[in-house]
C-alpha cells in the first residue's frame, strides 16, 4: 500500500488534496457496528466480536479520483449506559452511519430514532447514512429493503444493506459517504453521488429505447 | 542674603555667578546687567539652550513683565524653567499632606455618616412596640439634648411655642422643629443597614423615627451613591434586554429556516404546527425589539435636559440599526406553505422517491443480468465500487484492558488516555492531536458533572465516590 498516492500523483492534474471526516458509528447493541468498521479498516471479521466500551477510534484514508480521504470513525458502543457519551461523538461529525439489524425489527426502530435525534441535534450539514448489517442472514430477515429505503429516501440518508461478515457493501457504503462528503471546491458535483448514477441509467435506457425503434 | 559656599539648596532670584537672592527679577536682572556684564562671553554659552523658552515665555506674560523679558532679550540670561526635559533632582512626597487634607474632608462626611448609622443599628435592635419602653430605649442609645437649654429651631431659627413644638432627632439627640424634621421608616432604614424588610402587619401603620433635616440627608446622600455604584443607566438596561431578544430571535430564525425548508420539501421531520409556534414566536419576538428600540430613540427627550450629541447619535444609532435588523432578518421570514401545499410537496417527494427506487429495482435487476456474481450469493443489491478508488491501510489500536468503573465517561477517559499512548508509539500524529481533542472534551463533560453533581449534593455517599474518582483521574493524569 505504500505506492497508494503513486498513481494519484501523475494522473491528477491538480495536486493531491486530502480531507479529512469525523464519522460517527451509532445504532442499537449488537448489530454490528465495530465488525462494520473493522471489516473496513482492517478487513477482518470475527465470529464473537466483543461488546465494544465507551467509543472506540479507527482510522482509515480513501483514495478518491485525486483526493485523500481521511476518516477518523468513532465506533460508539450500543449499550444503553454509554448513551450519554454519544453526543460528544456526534456533535462535531461530518458523517454518521446509524446501523441496523435487518434481522430485528427494534434496532430499526432504534435507528429510525438516532436518526431523528442527528437531525436535531447534530451539526445540519451531516451526512447520514444508513446500513442495515446482517444482510447475508437472508433467511431471518424482518426489515424488507424497500421499507428502509423508503424511510431513508424520505428523510435524505444514503441507503445500503451490508454484511460485514462476507464484506457486502462495507466499502462502498464508506464510499458513498466520501463522495457525498463536501470537499471545499467540489461542491456542487460531490452531493451526486448517487444523482450521477440514475442520470447514467437514464441515458441507457433512453439509448435502449431508440435501439428498439 | 546666601553664600556660594553656604547649604547646596538655593531657593529664588538668586544670580548665577555670586549666588546672592536679590529678592525679585527685576533687581536680579539690574544686578546681573551692572555686576556680572564683563561675565557675559561666558553666559551666552546659554543662550541657546535658553532660546525656546524666551519665545515662550514672551508670548505668555503678563503686560506687566513685558519689560522685563525685552531686557532679557538684549541681556541674553534668564533663569525661567525651559520645556526641555529635565533630569530629576531633589524630590518629595506629597502623599502625607494630600492624605491629610483629604481625610480631613472625608471625616467631615463619613464620620457622622458612619455614627448614624451605627446609631440606627442600635435602635432598630429589639425596638419595644410600647411608646414609653420605646422613648427609653431610644434615649438610652442616644442622649437627647435637654429641651430647656433651646428656644429657638437650631434650622430655621424660628423659636419653640405652643404651635411649633420641640422634638428630637433620634440619631443625634438635637432638638429641632417639625418642619425641619423628618420621618423615615423603619423599612426605609432596614433598607439603610442591609437587613430584610419585614412586612407590616394590616391595619398597623408602619412605624417611623424622627430625624432632623442634617442627619436625613447625610444619609439620603449615602444611599444614593451607594445606589449608584450599582446602577446602571436606563439605556444601557434597556440595550441589555434589547439584545437578549435578539440573540433568542436569532436562534430561533435558524431554527425557523431550518423547518422551513425541510417543511417545503416535504419531508416529515417537522409539523405545520410547530413551525407556525416557532413563526409566531419570532413575530412576537420583533414586535418587542421594536418597542424597545423606539423606546431607546425616546430616552429622556421631553425632559429638563434631552439628550444631546454623542448620546442623542447613540440613541439614534440603536434604533436605525435595530430597523435594518427587524427589516433584514425578522420581517422577511419566508411564509409557511398551507396545508394544501404541504400535502402537496409531501406527495411530491414520495413520487420522487417511489422513481427513484423504482429505477434502482431496474438497475439493480439489470445488473444482475449483466453480471453474474456467485460469490456474494443472495440478491443483496450490491453497489459498484469505482476502479479509481482505493483504500488506504487503517489504523486500529489494539484491544488494551480498562479497568471498569462506574462511570462511563471515566471509562471512556482512561480508554482515550490508552489510544493515545498507543497513536504516539506508531507515530500516527493527526491520530493523536484528534484523540486529545476528544480527551479535552471529556474531562471538559467530567468536570461539568462533577460540579453539577457537588451543587446537588445528594449525600456524603455520592460525594465519596465523586471524590474517589477523582482521586483516579488525578492518578492515571499523572501516570500519563
Known amino acids: ?213 | 542674603m546666601a553664600d556660594a559656599d553656604d547649604p547646596p539648596v538655593l531657593e529664588g532670584f538668586i544670580c548665577p555667578i555670586c549666588k546672592s537672592d536679590l529678592g525679585d527679577a527685576t533687581k536680579l536682572l539690574s544686578h546681573f546687567e551692572d555686576v556680572h556684564s564683563e561675565e557675559q562671553d561666558f553666559i551666552k554659552s546659554f543662550k541657546d539652550l535658553y532660546d525656546k523658552a524666551k519665545k515662550k515665555i514672551l508670548k505668555q506674560d503678563t503686560p506687566s513683565s513685558t519689560g522685563i523679558n525685552n531686557v532679557r532679550q538684549t541681556s541674553a540670561a534668564s533663569f525661567d524653567y525651559s520645556h526641555e526635559p529635565q533630569e530629576i533632582g531633589t524630590t518629595r512626597s506629597r502623599k502625607k499632606k494630600f492624605d491629610a487634607i483629604r481625610d480631613e474632608r472625608m471625616q467631615r462626611l463619613a464620620v457622622p455618616t458612619n455614627q448614624l448609622i451605627i446609631r440606627l443599628g442600635k435602635l432598630l435592635e429589639n425596638m419595644p412596640t410600647d411608646p414609653l419602653k420605646r422613648k427609653v430605649h431610644e434615649q438610652n442609645i442616644v442622649a437627647w439634648l435637654d429641651g430647656e437649654t433651646v428656644d429657638r429651631c437650631p434650622n430655621c431659627a424660628g423659636s419653640f411655642y405652643l404651635a411649633r413644638r420641640k422634638h428630637h432627632c433620634r440619631t443625634c439627640g438635637s432638638i429641632m422643629c417639625n418642619d425641619c424634621s423628618h420621618f423615615m421608616s423603619l423599612n426605609t432604614a432596614r433598607k439603610i443597614l442591609d437587613r430584610p424588610v419585614e412586612e407590616i402587619p394590616q391595619g398597623n401603620t408602619e412605624k417611623n423615627l424622627r430625624l432632623c433635616v442634617h442627619c436625613i440627608s447625610l444619609l439620603e446622600v449615602r444611599e444614593e451613591k451607594r445606589e449608584s455604584r450599582s446602577a446602571k443607566p436606563i439605556l444601557s438596561q434597556f440595550y441589555q434586554r434589547l439584545s437578549e431578544h435578539k440573540q433568542q430571535a436569532h436562534d430561533l430564525r435558524l431554527q425557523y429556516l431550518k423547518m422551513y425548508n425541510s417543511l417545503t420539501n416535504g419531508e416529515s421531520i417537522y409539523s405545520l404546527d410547530e413551525a407556525q409556534v416557532v413563526k409566531l414566536k419570532l413575530l412576537k419576538l420583533a414586535e418587542n425589539i421594536d418597542a424597545l428600540s423606539s423606546k431607546i430613540a425616546v430616552l429622556g427627550k421631553g425632559t429638563e435636559n434631552p439628550p444631546q450629541g454623542q448620546a442623542l447619535r447613540l440613541q439614534n444609532m440603536v434604533r436605525a440599526a435595530s430597523a435594518v435588523y427587524l427589516k433584514t432578518h425578522l420581517l422577511n421570514l419566508p411564509g409557511l406553505p398551507t396545508e394544501e401545499q404541504f400535502a402537496e410537496a409531501q406527495n411530491k417527494r414520495r413520487e420522487a422517491i417511489n422513481a427513484r427506487i423504482h429505477e434502482e429495482k431496474k438497475r439493480k435487476s439489470r445488473l444482475s443480468n449483466q453480471i453474474n456474481n456467485v460469490k456474494s450469493g443472495p440478491s443483496l443489491p450490491k453497489q459498484s465500487s469505482d476502479p479509481t478508488v482505493s483504500l488506504g491501510q487503517g489504523w486500529v489500536p489494539e484491544k488494551t484492558k480498562v479497568n471498569e468503573y462506574d462511570d462511563p465517561l471515566i471509562e471512556q477517559i482512561n480508554i482515550i488516555r490508552s489510544y493515545i499512548k498507543e497513536a504516539k508509539a506508531a507515530h500516527k500524529y493527526d491520530e493523536v492531536a484528534s484523540l486529545e481533542e476528544n480527551l479535552q472534551e471529556l474531562k471538559k463533560e467530567f468536570w461539568k458533572k462533577q460540579t453539577e453533581q457537588e451543587l446537588a449534593k445528594s449525600g456524603e455517599s455520592s460525594e465519596a465516590a465523586s471524590l474517589s474518582s477523582y482521586d483516579e483521574v488525578r492518578q492515571s493524569d499523572s501516570s500519563h
Open chain 1, 1 to 213: 500500500m505504500a505506492n497508494k498516492a503513486g498513481p494519484q500523483r501523475p494522473n491528477g492534474t491538480a495536486q493531491a488534496k486530502i480531507c479529512q471526516f469525523k464519522l460517527v458509528l451509532l445504532g442499537e447493541s449488537a448489530v454490528g457496528k465495530s465488525s462494520l468498521v473493522l471489516r473496513f479498516v482492517k478487513g477482518q471479521f470475527h465470529e464473537y466480536q466483543e461488546s465494544t466500551i465507551g467509543a472506540a477510534f479507527l482510522t482509515q484514508t480513501v483514495c478518491l479520483d485525486d483526493t485523500t480521504v481521511k476518516f477518523e470513525i468513532w465506533d460508539t458502543a450500543g449499550q444503553e449506559r454509554y448513551h450519554s457519551l454519544a453526543p460528544m461523538y456526534y456533535r462535531g461529525a461530518q458523517a454518521a452511519i446509524v446501523v441496523y439489524d435487518v434481522t430485528n425489527q427494534d434496532t430499526f426502530g432504534r435507528a429510525k430514532t438516532w436518526v431523528k435525534e442527528l437531525q436535531r441535534q447534530a451539526s445540519p450539514n451531516i451526512v447520514i447514512a444508513l446500513a442495515g448489517n446482517k444482510a447475508d442472514l437472508a433467511n431471518k430477515r424482518c426489515v424488507e429493503y424497500e421499507e428502509a429505503q423508503a424511510y431513508a429516501e424520505e428523510n435524505g440518508l444514503l441507503f445500503m444493506e451490508t454484511s460485514a461478515k462476507t464484506g457486502t457493501n462495507v466499502n462502498e457504503i464508506f464510499l458513498a459517504i466520501a463522495k457525498k462528503l463536501p470537499k471545499s471546491e467540489t461542491i456542487g458535483g460531490s452531493g451526486s453521488g448517487q444523482g450521477r448514477r440514475l442520470v447514467e441509467s437514464d441515458t441507457t435506457a433512453k439509448t435502449s429505447t431508440s435501439c428498439c425503434k
